[in-house]
């Protein structure tokens, strides 16, 4: 008997589960600020709103991080990293701590618009 089949499908099964169970948002609601109502599918943004915060631990990989903020961080700056602040006003520190922590995840050439500011 191969042990090994059913022993894969256990793992298989358990890390859904754990990767299910950190879906939804922050009971707090989540640190990083978009346009009202967006999404994922933030590309239909025309500027960049200021954070108001810097980026807190569960968006690092922390206890309480939630699987759709950090996604929702992660398409924003995908989608408008580099188009211009709704107000004009460049980048300030807490941005560049969100753009900072984003090219940890992801290419660097698509927040070069914050970081460069």
């Known amino acids: 008997m191969n042990i090994a089949r059913p022993f894969a499908s256990i793992v298989g099964a358990l890390a859904v589960a754990t990767l299910v169970s950190g879906c939804g948002s922050s009971s707090s609601g989540p640190a990083f600020r978009t346009q009202s109502g967006v999404q994922a599918d933030a590309a239909t943004q025309s ?12 968006y690092k990989g922390g206890a309480d991080g939630k699987t759709t903020d950090v996604l929702t961080f992660l398409a924003y700056y995908t989608a408008n990293g580099n188009k211009q602040f709704c107000d004009g006003e460049p980048a300030n520190g807490k941005d560049k701590a969100w753009a900072a922590l984003y090219t940890s ?6 927040v070069r618009g914050i970081t460069s500011r």
């Open 105 to 110: 995840f992801a290419a660097a050439t698509n």
């Open 47 to 58: 500027c960049l709103v200021h954070q108001k915060s810097v980026p807190t631990a569960d």
